[in-house]
């Protein structure tokens, strides 16, 4: 119970001096900017994994409508250079994509430890991830003029497929490059001491 100025108990408790009020209520803060802190590193560690596996399905599709994309005649994707380069850069952005989604966890089959510690992003992984990035938008820069110049003159089984085939592409390009956004900024908060 608080007490008057006079010494007479009044039945109410005596408020909080003003450092603990503000030492309790900095505390909440500090722990939940800790909190969110942990949260974004989480998010910053799992999300290149999550990424690739989505530039693996969608530069296989890409891949897989464009082989398939055989017609007859003048309607295959072989008799044009600018779809061959689209089918090669697509079987390498698979592959690639595939290796470093599964990087961690042969890794850690091999150590048994924490697939999420074990990745540290290095110099490698960003340089990939923007070299297949920069490869799949060149090939995708070859692929649309003579596609959209095709769509002009007919509109056919073919073309659809090439089309499909090439916004399967460009996702991944953009998966990628998000990719290689994060793998940078995880590289440039990197301490090499």
């Known amino acids: 119970m608080a007490t008057t100025l006079d010494g007479k108990a009044n039945g109410l408790r005596p408020p909080l001096p003003l450092h603990t009020a503000t030492n309790l209520d900095g505390s909440r803060r500090a722990t939940t900017s800790v909190v969110h802190g942990w949260q974004r590193e989480d998010l910053l560690e799992k999300s290149p994994l999550v990424l690739r596996a989505l530039a693996t399905v969608f530069s296989f599709l890409s891949f897989i ?3 398939s994309n055989k017609h007859g005649d003048w309607m295959e994707f072989d008799h044009f250079q600018e779809y061959r380069y689209l089918v090669s850069v697509s079987a390498l952005a698979f592959v690639y994509s595939l290796v470093q989604s599964m990087r961690p966890h042969i890794h850690r089959f091999r150590e048994s430890g924490d697939p999420m510690t074990v990745h ?52 991944a390009f953009v998966v990628l490059a998000f990719c290689a956004i994060i793998t940078g900024f995880k590289l440039s908060k990197q301490s090499y001491f």
């Open 65 to 67: 409508l464009l082989v």
């Open 120 to 171: 540290s992003p290095g110099i490698g992984d960003f340089i990939g991830d923007q070299l297949v990035s920069y490869l799949l938008i060149s090939a995708l820069s070859a692929a649309i003029p003579i596609t959209n110049r095709m769509r002009r003159a007919v509109v056919n089984i073919f073309t659809d497929s090439t089309t499909a085939s090439i916004s399967m592409a460009f996702l």
